[in-house]
């Protein structure tokens, strides 16, 4: 799941660069169409950047038992499993 959420920031990153690499070159375009065009992919792009932010932050991981818990858990488990086997032996 980290490794997920690193790709995503990665392509977050990638996708702003670009954006700012668009409206860089939208301004250096004599033509009024080409400028437009390119600032509107700038703009798709901060947008797909934005939901995968949103998308990264509405992640919610389960939540982890403490060690004591799991700890005792495994105990319990291994108390039942030697009851059933004395059991089985009696």
């Known amino acids: 799941m980290a490794q997920h959420s690193i790709d995503k920031n990665k392509l ?3 996708k702003r ?4 690499r668009a409206r860089r070159l939208a ?3 004599p033509v ?13 792009l901060d947008t797909e950047a934005e939901v995968l932010e949103q998308a990264i932050s509405t ?3 389960p939540p982890v038992a403490p060690p004591q818990v799991q700890q ?3 105990q319990q488990q291994q ?5 059933k086997t004395r ?4």
Do not use: C, M, P
């Open 12 to 14: 977050i990153r990638e």
């Open 72 to 74: 005792q858990q495994v």
């Open 27 to 29: 301004q250096t375009q």
């Open 79 to 83: 108390s039942a499993e030697q009851r």
């Open 32 to 44: 009024e169409a080409d400028r437009e065009r390119l600032t509107q992919f700038a703009a798709e």
């Open 87 to 90: 059991k089985h032996t009696d």
């Open 17 to 20: 660069e670009l954006a700012r």
């Open 59 to 61: 992640v919610s991981l």
